[in-house]
């Protein structure tokens, strides 16, 4: 299959097609048998409106039938013995006796609240309605026929406060998941458990998926101990159910196209005059090779046959013939594709569920660009060994290659970077004899010739699982053993640059030449083993859950490299002659845990929930590396008692709730309380190599212990007009203590940082609202059915300790100060004069440039009257001029889906945005500070015409000055109130349409079900940030320490596609 | 599969496993219990001193001096120095010493000879030497700590030890180095040659500086130091093997730190290579406005070179309001190595280029170290940097013995007549100096006219490598910081022919004229509203006319404290005059 794909993508697709269809041959649909009995038949809701996907069963059978979009539905049973049952979510199932019917309509009930939705939670299940924890839940249809390339994308905005970010739009970029807000000063991320047992949930498929649950508190989440501290991902993979085979195969067929590049002036002469503006602007005189770039398209205007013109390093080529150098480095659309085959079902004993996904995409550029392909397979068996005993097998294999050139032109300095130097109409990417110019080879020359990325990883992950009913309806037992195998492996070349530097030489660029060949493996071990008790009696109800669980994850990295590539398009290490060096790295932990979750309820009225975990971690040492956890919480279905009893005409539920517990961190480094020296390759050359050296190994605290996270959480949700209306509102604090950073400061002559110690704390206090309403009539006689969700969320952190830091200093961490808080300067405006500049408040420490402050010069507020700008002791206490002008953190998130469905038609329409975020575009972010960052930087579209001249006072951008953005003291390095952005932002995130094929046109062709279907990412974005950023991109190269500058990342994307779903 | 109970089995069988499952160690890393054992131990690591040596540092420390006209003002230079909040911005950093300490209390577990054991030793003492010398040059006193600290230890909080305490020390740790180290010559380690140029530099430094520094009350002991110098320096001139690198070319200066294998003369360098990808920035620094800065040398350094003939340019008549091609006629041979000067032409290039003022508004061009145009690309070059050179320990012992008042005439021959051969001089005469009022006007007080002349050598011949300001710190010549540094001396406004063959090349202008009114082949550089000429309408470019400078004597030879770490240790005083 893998040789067929490489062929072409066309033929790729029709490949994949034909092998859709041979398997659904082979796997056969269900063999006639005889003497049956045809049954058709119509099933409705209790507003007799067509319900679709109704599970028709023939009773004590495999076999099964759903009903369509029309709720009709066709089985073929036994005899006029049989019995079908008619199930579907949230709706009461019904019997019918078949008898001498040969037509049956049926009508369904809503579910009661005791049989509603079920909530999957750690070890179990349970009921909606007794849900005491804080947990969300949604279902595969967010998943469903989007152009979502991973899971990470489709919940973004889905569930309140599950918090997901991207950083950049490159191609199979792994979703970064928070929930509910800062964790830790040392990280941390919420635990991801994909049927019970942690994995990564960036590399499953989406239509894997059948729930996906999201435990926020405490009491939820304590029975993962301690690596749940920052909440819990829980998903559940869909599994065959008993009944007929189905075979599901669904595409996605589309594009992408970047959104948000930068748009330079186009006109050379304007763009060069603006340079030599803002030269003149910074020191007074005009630059020399500007002057002669000016002179030369001056000329050009004149004579257009004039040749290029050299002019050095700097500048490089120039030609009166203009360049968009960000056209030319971005392609209009790049192809995206995907396809996924799902074969499922079960006979008496056994179910099965089988799945393939294939996603490819193509990247960007357009000179070399990269790609990214993954393969999913998933095969889930579970045989019934006897009456009490289950085996079950999941096995999950996913494959993704990412192979693309090497971004980092030298050190971890991006092409985005380079282009935000070179990128001027005036400049040409190549010189007319086909070199690259300086400027063009750090760029385009980079993707095309400096080197290759890929990326390959592969996944496989198998858990097999007994469980056991020991004593049936009374004790169940659990077991299952999973390994996870995540191998990567990284081949990175990197390679010279040539360029011309003038008309008679061409020469190098001085970067590494080799090839880094890395391969790193993780295993991780899982052991589960859990009893579970449950018992009702008169008005009681107990559960108890008691188990154990353990972990051992082991981690090994080999890498080698050798210089100087040896063949021009191929890259390996027996392709090399030069230095060569190979190292490794091996880690390993291990947790052990004890753990139980006891609830109980009377009358389903009164709920109470007590759980608890006894967890041990190889992460501190022995003395102090176990701890107990534990949580209650109770809830009160008021709805449900006597007194309330004249409500429920009009509120269907009412249920308050409140947790409170306490888990530990272990999310430190694996040897934080050893003392290790570190060897490396010195920089220093000696005697004509650079030799292996090693230093003193830093201070540790040998008395380190778990970092404690408490929450608290209070809820309700109610339902209202018969559940047309739901709504979910929580309120929770969470405090991390004992964060493991820099002890108390010690004086500098100590020679190292203080030893880390459980030394600080954070308090983050935060809500989040959902509110849905759900209806449906008809129109004509068809009926017409929408609903709306929306939900919105906060959080707040604030540092409650921080003992390295008694003097406030707010450069780092203050207790008592929120997190994310910008300090910065207030700006007045603009200087209106040159007197009046000079007259001010002494601005020399903010403005560290070689002239004093003119007319159309920012003036700042000296806002503690000293007649000095400065920042005072940079402390709380005495910050000079600065004050809060802002907070960078991600505030009131929020969404709005839309869902319509009519006759044939469906409609999703998905917003998602953040409401209130600030953002100040640091010294480097080049891409909006244009040439007052460095003068030679392109000029933009969004400052040509909106800077200070004495004609236009007031503009957005002061006098044009370069270098007044370069570092931190200088006007526009520093943060201030004038160029503080609002990153807050709505995107209509998805665009769905599908029209479901009538059932009659279908039938024939022997398919169930058909459906076509459009679908757009991206569509629109409502923001008043500047356009220099994408707002769910505005932070720094995500692969890479280095810095580069805020923006400098892969465009993020809009994606149209569209597709069908066929089932069988 | 009758029992359920088969299933406590399986579960007994869990729960027994291994007790220490929880216990788990690096195992690629090494530990310092089992480290420290042979020699290789040792060497690995003793070689991350070597991050310690200066590399590019060198080159740019001239830029904060009377050297060099910044066009950024220099806060060192312009007395603009604030008290810094954290350790960091101080310079008040103790990471190196806990590295090197940390060696010298593990070293001798090695399995090694003693003398094994001690040579690497000896490299370690070096380095803290070293390290020590830096941080008593910027602070004066300075805690000495012999070993490395604990977090509980009391000596965190202990006051400063006095610069002689220190100087002692350091003599300590040098004299084990030299003792210990190989005699082998290398220039990329650090050999017991390495360790003499070291201690004739601290000698010196320190003797002089308690000479002039006459409120320390310890001038009694400077001639101690500077004989201390003296035996240094002489046992390294007459055992070490090296001499002045001079083959008769006019370009031996220059090509001297131009290439990228250093040659006899250098005791220790920073090497750079393509390959490794080990590069510095000099062309660029010296070269391209946008990096490095605009800067430019004095006027006053400019001067500061004699005629070709020996005598001061000052003797010259009207030297001040000489222009750019007179002024650099029959000068020393090295000006025309360190500097533009007219008919320069870069290595490798073929066009004779004039000064370019918009890297040097002073319109003089550094380009000592810039080396050949195939290193022009940013941060490429690979000339060796000079840390110790042969020719900085004989100007050592030169200005030590004269300022002991034994110099002789064997004395200059082994020593400044040898250096100032490369400058086309003839040799000086003991007795026979003609005295140079510039230079006496610029270190008042030195009756020694033969002194002044060592001096005048020392600034000439370590030009750009990082001496000049330690050096007026020593001397005690601060206020020359605070003059207003000239450029060039231009006589009018408008055209000149800087390069004087006989067309003009360049324009001395208010404001550039717009592009149809320039001429061509012209370089235009207008001064703008921030710098003047001296006189208006005449004199020396000033490119920050209106800057009062400030050197305060009773504050600035030293560094101020940080603040953070005097409120943290409260026995730690801060330096005098930043309180």
């Known amino acids: 299959m893998s040789k067929a794909c490489k062929s072409s993508p066309g033929a790729f697709r029709l490949h994949s097609f034909f092998c859709t269809l041979v398997l659904a041959a082979f796997i056969g649909l269900p063999a006639s048998a005889q003497d049956k009995k045809p049954v058709t038949g119509r099933v409705t809701d209790h507003k007799s409106q067509p319900l679709e996907g109704v599970t028709v069963t023939e009773s004590g059978t495999s076999n099964a039938v759903f009903t369509n979009a029309t709720g009709n539905f066709s089985i073929t049973v036994g005899s006029g013995e049989a019995t079908l049952e008619f199930s579907i979510v949230g709706f009461a199932a019904k019997r019918v006796r078949v008898s001498n019917l040969s037509n049956i309509d049926v009508q369904l009930s809503m579910a009661n609240q005791d049989l509603g939705e079920v909530v999957v939670l750690g070890y179990g299940t349970k009921a909606k309605n007794k849900l005491v924890g804080a947990v969300n839940q949604v279902g595969s249809e967010v998943f469903k026929n989007r152009a979502v390339t991973n899971v990470g994308q489709a919940l973004q905005g889905a569930i309140p406060n599950l918090n997901i970010n991207f950083g950049d739009g490159q191609p199979g970029r792994p979703a970064e998941f928070n929930i ?256 690259y110019t300086y400027g063009g080879t750090l760029s385009f020359g980079q993707l095309e010739n400096g080197g290759r990325v890929s990326n390959r990883r592969d ?132 947790t052990r845990g004890y753990f139980y979750r006891l609830g109980y309820d009377f009358q389903s009225k009164y709920l109470l929930e007590l759980n608890g975990r006894y967890d041990g971690t190889s992460r501190f040492p022995s003395g102090n590396r176990f701890g107990f956890f534990p949580s209650a919480a109770i809830g009160w279905m008021a709805s449900r008692e006597k007194f309330m009893e004249f409500i429920q005409p009009v509120v269907s539920h009412l249920k308050l709730r409140a947790s409170y517990g306490a888990l530990g961190n272990q999310q430190v480094d694996e040897y934080s309380y050893i003392t290790t020296m570190n060897i490396y390759r010195s920089a220093a050359i000696l005697n004509g190599a650079q030799p292996l050296a090693t230093g003193s190994p830093t201070l540790v605290a040998t008395d380190l212990t778990w970092e404690t996270v408490t929450t608290k959480n209070a809820g309700i949700d109610i339902g209202v007009l018969n559940e047309r209306l739901q709504a979910g509102f929580d309120i929770y604090e969470r405090k991390t203590t004992d964060m493991l950073v820099a002890g108390a400061a010690l004086p500098a002559v100590l020679g ?51 003992d390295n830091n008694p003097s406030g200093n707010i450069s780092t961490y203050v207790a008592g100060e929120q997190l994310g808080t910008i300090w910065g300067f ?164 998805t665009l769905a349409l599908g029209y479901s094929l009538p059932a009659k046109l279908t039938q024939k062709t022997g398919i169930s079900g058909a459906r076509v279907f459009f679908s757009g990412q991206n569509l629109i974005t409502w923001t008043s940030l500047s356009k220099a950023f994408d707002p769910e991109a505005i932070s720094d190269e995500v692969d890479s320490g280095t810095f580069n500058g805020d923006g400098f990342v892969y465009p993020v994307q809009r994606v149209l596609t569209a597709g069908v779903e066929i089932n069988f | 599969m009758k029992s359920p109970y088969y299933l406590l089995i399986l579960i007994v069988a869990l729960f027994s496993c291994n007790k220490d499952f929880l216990d788990r160690y690096p195992v690629t890393e090494v530990s310092p219990q089992t480290f420290f054992r042979t020699e290789q131990d040792l060497i690995m690591y003793t070689n991350s001193f070597y991050a310690y040596l200066p590399g590019d540092a060198v080159i740019s420390a001239d830029l904060s001096s009377d050297n060099v006209e910044n066009g950024t003002l220099d806060p060192l230079v312009a007395g603009m120095r604030v008290i810094p909040v954290t350790f960091g911005e101080a310079g008040w950093t103790f990471n190196r010493l806990r590295n090197i ?127 201390k110098c003296v035996e240094a320096s002489d046992e390294l001139m007459k055992n070490g093997g090296y001499s002045t690198f001079y083959t008769g070319s006019q370009f031996d200066y220059r090509n001297m730190f131009t290439s990228q294998a250093p040659n006899s003369e250098v005791i220790l360098a920073t090497h750079y290579n393509t390959t490794l990808v080990r590069t510095h920035n000099a062309n660029g620094i010296f070269q391209t406005p946008t990096q490095g800065g605009t800067v430019g040398f004095t006027k006053d350094f400019v001067d500061s070179y ?5 005598t001061p340019f000052s003797a010259i008549d009207g030297y001040d309001t000489l222009g750019f091609a007179k002024e650099t006629q029959n000068r020393d041979l090295r000006m025309s190595q360190t500097m533009r000067t007219p008919g320069y032409t870069r290595i490798g290039g073929a066009t004779s280029l004039i000064p370019d003022f918009v890297k040097s508004p002073t319109g003089y061009n550094i ?71 510039a230079l006496q006007a610029i270190y008042p007080g030195i009756t020694d006219n033969l002194l002044l002349e060592i001096r005048r050598e020392r600034r000439i011949e370590l030009v750009m490598e990082g001496f000049r300001w330690s050096d007026l710190m020593r001397w005690r010549r601060g206020p020359l910081l605070q003059r207003t540094f000239k450029g060039m001396y231009f006589g009018r406004k408008g055209l ?67 603040l953070t770490e005097i409120s943290l240790n409260t026995n730690l005083e801060q330096n005098p005059g930043w309180q």
């Open chain 1, 459 to 590: 996944v496989l992950r198998n858990t097999t699982g007994i469980q056991a009913d020991v004593i049936k309806g009374l004790l169940k037992v659990n077991g299952d053993f999973t390994a996870w195998w995540d191998r990567r492996r990284n081949d990175v070349s990197n390679r010279r640059l040539t360029y011309r530097q003038s008309p008679t030489a061409v020469v190098q660029f001085v970067k590494p030449d080799n090839f880094i060949s890395s391969y790193a493996q993780n295993q991780l071990n899982t052991i589960n083993l859990y009893a579970t008790l449950t018992k009702q009696w008169n008005d009681h109800s107990v559960d108890l859950v008691a188990g154990f669980n353990q972990e051992e994850n082991r981690y090994s990295l080999f890498t080698a490299q050798r210089d100087n590539n040896l063949v021009e398009n191929q890259s390996g290490l027996s392709l090399t002659d030069g230095v060569a060096t190979v190292s490794d790295r091996k880690t390993e932990w291990a």
């Open chain 2, 101 to 227: 300490n940390f060696f010298l209390a593990n070293y001798q577990r090695a399995e090694v000879a003693d003398p094994v054991k001690n040579k690497y030793a000896g490299l370690a003492r070096f380095f803290r030497a070293w390290y020590y010398f830096d941080m008593m040059q910027r602070f004066g006193d300075v805690p000495w700590y012999g070993g490395t600290l604990e977090t509980n230890d009391p000596d965190l909080y202990k006051a400063r030890d006095s610069r002689v305490l220190i100087t002692d020390s350091i003599l300590a740790d040098l004299d084990f180095a030299i003792a210990s180290l190989d005699a082998q010559k290398n220039n990329s380690t650090v050999t017991k040659w390495t360790a003499l140029a070291l201690k004739s530099r601290v000698t010196l430094f320190e003797g002089t500086y308690r000479k002039y520094h006459t409120a320390l009350n310890l001038a009694a002991s400077a001639p101690a130091l500077l004989t």
């Open chain 1, 752 to 802: 190292t940082g203080a030893p880390r110690e459980n030394s600080a704390d954070v308090s983050v206090k935060g809500w989040e609202l959902s509110l849905q309403w759900a209806d449906k009539f008809n129109i004509g006689n068809k009926p017409f059915s929408y609903s709306i969700r929306a939900i919105v969320a906060d959080n707040k952190a604030v540092i409650t300790r921080y």
């Open chain 2, 367 to 437: 380009t000592k170290f810039v080396a050949g145009i195939e290193y022009d690309a940013y941060n490429s070059n690979v000339n060796a940097l000079p840390v110790f050179r042969y020719s900085e320990v004989l100007l050592n012992y030169a200005e030590a013995k004269a300022e002991l008042g034994t110099i002789n005439q064997d004395d200059l021959d082994r020593t400044i007549n040898l250096t100032r051969r490369r400058g086309g001089l003839p040799a000086l005469t003991v007795g026979a100096v003609v005295p140079d009022p």
């Open chain 1, 826 to 989: 207030e700006t007045l405006g603009f200087f209106v004069s040159d007197d009046e500049a000079s007259k001010w408040a002494d601005q020399t420490q903010v403005s560290e440039l070689i002239n004093q402050p003119l007319a159309g010069d920012i003036k700042f507020a000296d806002l503690n009257n000293d007649g000095k700008i400065n920042r005072g002791d940079l402390t709380t206490a005495n910050p000079g001029d600065l004050r809060r002008i802002g907070n960078s953190s991600i505030r009131f998130p929020y969404s709005i889906d839309l869902r319509f469905q009519y006759g044939g038609f469906d409609l999703n329409v998905f917003f998602q945005g953040v409401g209130k975020r600030d953002f100040y575009p640091s010294r480097e972010a080049a891409h909006f500070w244009g040439f007052y960052n460095r003068w030679n930087n392109p000029v933009y579209e969004h400052i040509a015409g909106n800077y200070w001249t004495p004609e236009n006072p007031n503009a957005y951008f002061p006098r044009p000055r370069a270098y007044m953005a370069l570092n931190e003291n200088r006007p526009l390095g520093v943060k201030q109130t004038r160029y503080l952005q609002n990153a807050a932002y709505l995107r209509m995130k």
């Open chain 2, 496 to 562: 000149f022919d800087l390069d004087n063959n006989g067309s003009n090349d360049f324009a001395l202008v208010d404001v550039l004229p717009p592009p149809g009114d320039r001429l061509p082949g012209i370089q235009y550089f207008a001064l703008g509203a921030t710098m003047k000429l001296s006189n208006d309408s005449k004199g020396n470019i000033l490119v920050h006319p209106n800057v009062n400078k400030v050197f305060d004597e009773g504050k600035h030879y030293l560094y101020p404290l940080p």
């Open chain 2, 306 to 310: 004699l005629m070709r003939d020996g």
């Open chain 1, 180 to 435: 509910r807000g800062f964790n830790s000063i040392n990280g941390g991320a919420p635990l991801v458990l994909i049927d019970g047992v942690p994995g990564d949930v960036n590399m499953i498929t989406p239509e894997d998926i059948e729930t996906l649950s999201v435990l926020k508190d405490a009491s939820s989440a304590a029975i993962y101990g301690a690596r749940a501290s920052f909440g819990v991902l829980l998903i559940t993979t869909k599994s065959g159910k008993k009944g007929k085979t189905r075979i599901r195969y669904t595409n996605n067929f589309g594009y992408s196209q970047p959104l948000r590049t930068p748009k330079v002036v186009s006109d050379p002469l304007q763009a060069a005059e603006i340079q030599q503006l803002a030269w003149n602007g910074y020191i007074g005189s005009n630059n020399v090779s500007l002057t002669q770039i000016i002179d030369y398209l001056e000329a050009y205007k004149n004579d257009p046959t004039l040749p290029q013109l050299w002019i050095s390093n700097a500048i490089g080529y120039v030609s009166g013939k203009p360049t968009d150098w960000y056209k030319e480095m971005f392609r209009d659309n790049t192809p995206f594709s995907r396809h996924f085959v799902e074969i499922s079902g079960g006979a008496e004993k056994v179910n099965y569920y089988l799945s393939g996904g294939l996603q490819k995409q193509d990247g960007l550029f357009r000179t070399a660009t990269d790609n990214l392909k993954r393969y999913n397979l998933r095969g889930k068996l579970s045989i019934d060994l006897s009456s009490w005993l289950r085996v079950s097998n999941n096995t999950e294999l996913n494959n993704e290659v990412f192979d693309s050139p090497q971004k980092f032109t030298s050190g971890g300095s991006n092409i985005y970077r380079f282009m935000s130097q070179f990128a001027h109409p005036y400049q040409t990417i190549k010189t007319d004899d086909g070199y």
